[in-house]
């Protein structure tokens, strides 16, 4: 199971972390991906491999783990209102995907 | 690049199987090392991982959903298929295929939008 916030909110320009907290070890022992879903349109990668950005995704998304909390954090610097969406971090447990409940950003 | 498109019937009756392919384009559906998933998103609600299949036929299914579901691959049409069967207004949802790789990034399908109702 992973929990994320429901919603954060965050003005132009500024820095935003959205947090992803596991339970029984999942997320210090497995990678983590987080995924942008736009109003209307589908998910798409963002970080994957923990720290890794996809392709085409500016160096302004960012990801972290901090193992002794078993928790991720998804990092956004310089805020666009492109960038108003809801992420999901994703993690495994025994071979199955697990999924954050999701946060929805909003872009002051 | 790969791309991946869903396609089935977009309204299925209560009781029946609903079943879906997801055709792979830019890549070889054969080629080693892709884990081939299932993902729905009911309206308004959080995404839900269904299952996977990957090498020769491996599969692992979410749990909650293992009784009900069948994933298959056709390597002739570059193709992997869902079914899930006994349907409720529940299964109602958007369902994404996507391609996984350790060390790679997630490609997804657009989605198609599927209906439980009479």
């Known amino acids: 199971m992973l929990t994320q916030p429901h919603s954060v909110a965050e003005s132009p320009g500024k820095t935003v972390t959205i947090s992803c907290t596991g339970s029984s070890g999942n997320i210090a022992s497995n990678y983590v991906q987080w995924y942008q879903q736009r109003p209307g349109s589908g998910p798409t990668t963002v970080i994957y491999?923990?720290?890794?950005?996809a392709s085409g995704v500016p160096d302004r998304f960012s990801g972290s783990i901090d193992s002794s909390s078993n928790s991720a954090s998804l990092t956004i610097s310089g805020l666009r209102t492109e960038d108003e969406a809801d992420y999901y971090c994703q993690s495994y447990e025994s071979s199955i995907w697990v999924f954050g409940g999701g946060t929805r950003l909003t872009v002051l | 690049q790969v791309q991946l498109q869903e396609s089935g019937p977009g309204l299925v009756y209560p009781s029946q199987p609903l079943s879906l392919t997801c055709s792979v384009s830019g890549g070889s559906i054969s080629s080693g090392g892709y884990h081939w998933n299932w993902i729905r998103q009911p309206a308004g609600k959080g995404l839900e991982w269904i299952g996977r299949?990957?090498?020769?036929?491996?599969?692992n299914f979410n749990p909650s959903l293992r009784s009900r579901v069948t994933i298959s691959m056709d390597p002739s049409k570059n193709q992997f298929s869902l079914t899930l069967t006994s349907v409720t207004a529940a299964d109602t949802a958007v369902y994404y295929c996507?391609?996984?790789?350790?060390?790679?990034?997630?490609?997804w399908g657009h989605g198609i939008l599927v209906t439980v109702s009479s």
């Open positions: 491999e923990d720290i890794r950005r």
């Open positions: 299949i990957y090498g020769i036929g491996t599969i």
């Open positions: 996507a391609r996984a790789r350790v060390a790679s990034e997630t490609y």
